[in-house]
């Protein structure tokens, strides 16, 4: 194990394997998520009015076990193997035949697959480790926000803060950097939600997507926010307008703004000090 910490080709190998196991806790996530979020707001809800919470099966992230949905089967371990249990299952349901989501496996490849990279990236670092723990979180955040169009406080809030502790060695930008970038990130888009919403009375964002970016700043700096502003309009407004007019989506029909933050999250980790060559020279 060790000796792999030398070996970036090994590196990259364990640390891409650790994606994939963990890719697949991420679909439980994505999935449980918003569902616990909904059971806290209805028990609340409950206790706020003096009544009973709802009955109902308690969820977590660990209990009940993972189960189909259609026959209520429960997932054996052998069932559960990252990408070869779906392979071999042929996407389906060992008991009923219902389909499974090719989502289960493209979650777990894209994250074995950053993972991998990001520890190829970095090298056995406190950066790598960090980048990986981003990468886990960014495709959470993505999968939970094309469901539900939530992004989580559970998930962002904890990753201001802790890209703002990473940084108290300047791991991936200057202290003063990150938390300028934290700020910055959150009130540009509250900014332009503020603006949005005077000027046509509607909400064209959520806070979560503040708070995403704030992420961002706290973990890359300041610096990186123009590109990663600028990357995740344009994918937006060009899957957008692909969505409107290919799949003849309405224009009232909201897009989730959370997956191009994710995505351009990570283009700036790997790659932030080339896009601000690029963007300076702009300039």
Known sequence: MIAALHDPV????????????????LNVVIHRLPKMMEQDWANQCAELRGEAPPAGERLSLATPRSRCPHCGHGITALENVPLLSWLLLRGR?????????????LVEAVSG????????????????????????????????????????????????WLGLLLNLAGTYAALPSAVIGA??????LWSVYWAFKLAT?????????????AAIGAWLGWQALPAAILLSSLVGA????????????????PIP???????????????????????????
């Not at 090994?10 to 806790?25: D, E, Q, T, Y």
């Not at 990236?121 to 960090?130: C, K, N, R, S, V």
């Open 10 to 25: 090994a590196f990259a190998a364990l640390a891409g394997l650790l994606g994939l196991v963990v890719g697949s806790f």
């Open 238 to 253: 060009v899957v957008g307008i692909g969505l409107i007019v290919l799949a003849r989506r309405g224009r009232n029909v």
């Open 257 to 283: 703004f959370g997956p191009y933050l994710a995505a351009a999250g990570l283009i700036s980790l790997f790659w932030g000090k080339q896009l601000n060559h690029v963007w300076l020279g702009l300039f």
């Open 201 to 213: 009375g509607k909400e064209g964002m959520g806070y979560g997507d503040f708070k995403l970016l």
């Open 93 to 105: 349901c060992a008991a009923c035949k219902a389909p499974i989501s090719a989502r289960y496996p």
């Open 113 to 160: 697959l950053l993972s991998a990279y990001a520890a190829w990236h970095f090298g056995p670092t406190l950066a790598a480790a960090g980048a990986i723990l981003f990468v886990w979180a960014m495709i959470a955040l993505t999968g939970i926000d094309i469901d539900t169009q939530l992004l989580p406080d559970s998930i962002t809030l904890p990753l201001i």
């Open 183 to 188: 700020v910055a990130g959150y009130l540009s």
